[in-house]
């Protein structure tokens, strides 16, 4: 009775978290085919109306929104992964006077809730006297999102066998030719996920957002104030085509990973 009872519990309360994770995606995805008018609670029909049109409702002000999350996403990502990807390097390979400190002040972002953090920000460019718009949610973005780059690339960065770009130096390569032809390389697959977590991590965000945009407007605030009275079909044509867009990517991914491993595996 015991070995049949633990054969079925772990399959169960794997089916189960399953069902509970995916419960509010195909909610969302059946729900971008509601004719809905003022509200999207109830099911008034199907339609693909929403997916065809759905920069028209509000005046665009969904695609606006979406398009917002999607320029900060990229501009702190692009800043958050270079200048983590610098500091990460340097924390491992140099040793320099209050090293450990700083890498103490970068788990700090990553430690300190997203509401103390946000209104503490809000409050530093109030007292700066510097206007909430979109600049101040990159520069938020930035700063949260360059503790986890630092992170994601330092374990790269420590992993990395120093006799490689010891063989680089050694065949006269210069020390611009060593990064790029070898370092760079070999970190590429850590700086990308790093890149891929910080604008995960940027174009998710609503605490800090909400604290720090003043009238500007992003997909997550969108949601949020749109929520009460039922989260308009044409957001979720969005949240469903961003699901759908990564999922193609992850598989595309596996599938490439696993048809490689099978070359290489003939090849040996």
């Known amino acids: 009775m015991k070995i049949s009872l633990g054969k079925w519990l772990l399959p169960l309360y794997s089916l189960l978290a399953l069902i509970f994770l995916m419960v509010p995606i195909v909610y969302t995805f059946v729900f971008s085919f509601n004719d809905s008018l003022k509200s999207n609670i109830t099911w008034r029909g199907f339609t693909f109306d929403k997916w ?39 924390l491992v390979r140099y ?9 103490l002040l970068l ?22 006297g510097v206007p909430k718009d979109m600049s101040t949610i990159i520069l938020a973005h930035t700063m949260f999102c360059i503790s986890f780059v630092v992170v994601t690339v330092k374990a790269r960065v420590a992993g990395l066998d120093p006799a490689l770009e010891e063989a680089g130096r050694d065949l006269y390569g210069s020390a611009a030719q060593v990064f790029a032809r070898i370092t760079f390389p070999l970190l590429l697959p850590g700086i990308l996920a790093a890149a891929l977590l910080s604008f995960a991590l940027s174009f998710d965000d609503f605490i800090i957002t909400n604290f720090n945009s003043g009238a500007v407007t992003t997909f997550p605030k969108y949601i949020y104030v749109s929520a009460a009275r039922g989260i308009p079909a044409e957001a979720n044509v969005i949240a ?9 990517i992850v598989v595309t991914a596996q599938v490439s990973r696993a048809a490689k491993e099978k070359r290489l595996a003939k090849q040996g």
Do not use: H, Y
């Open 52 to 90: 065809l049109n759905v920069c028209q409702v509000q005046n665009g002000a969904v695609c606006e929104a979406f398009g917002n999350s999607i320029l900060i996403g990229v501009v702190a990502t692009v800043v958050a992964t270079t200048l983590g990807t610098m500091i990460a390097i340097a």
């Open 95 to 103: 040793r320099f006077r209050f090293r450990a400190e700083t890498s």
């Open 107 to 128: 788990f700090l972002p990553m430690a300190t809730p997203e509401v103390v953090l946000g209104a503490g920000l809000a409050a530093q460019f109030l007292s700066l």
């Open 240 to 248: 469903s085509a961003v699901f759908i867009f990564a999922l193609v």
